[in-house]
């Protein structure tokens, strides 16, 4: 099975900067999207970014204008560069690769804490 690892993690300033990366274990179906979600304890996980195998990109209100999801292909590699870093951004990331084919496959990592302190 394809495992995802997020790597990138941990305690940041409010105002700081972090750049997380989630590698595959294997290499997934070209045609898929790769994605970052973040929950925080006790609420509802929820999309951050996503970006599809030809680079479009999608961010929640919230980050947009601040965070920058990228991939690399032949790494089977995403990325997610998070700048302007607010207490609230404070979650565990969790990364997620989707084909794109009717019925296709979903993975997901583990998950990566941040901590943005006040």
């Known amino acids: 099975q394809v495992q995802l690892v997020e790597s990138g993690g941990g305690l940041v300033q409010a105002g700081g900067s972090m750049r997380l990366s989630c590698i595959a274990s294997r290499s997934i179906f070209s045609e898929n999207v790769r994605g970052w979600y973040r929950q925080a304890p006790g609420k509802q996980r929820e999309l951050v970014a996503t970006i599809t195998s030809s680079g479009r990109t999608n961010y929640a209100d919230s980050v947009k204008g601040r965070f920058t999801i990228s991939r690399d292909n032949a790494k089977n590699t995403v990325y997610l560069q998070m700048n302007s870093l607010k207490p609230e951004d404070t979650a565990v990331y969790y990364c997620?690769?989707?084909?794109?084919?009717?019925?296709?496959?979903?993975?997901w990592g583990k998950g990566t804490l941040v901590i943005v302190s006040s």
């Open positions: 997620n690769a989707r084909t794109s084919l009717p019925g296709g496959m979903d993975y």
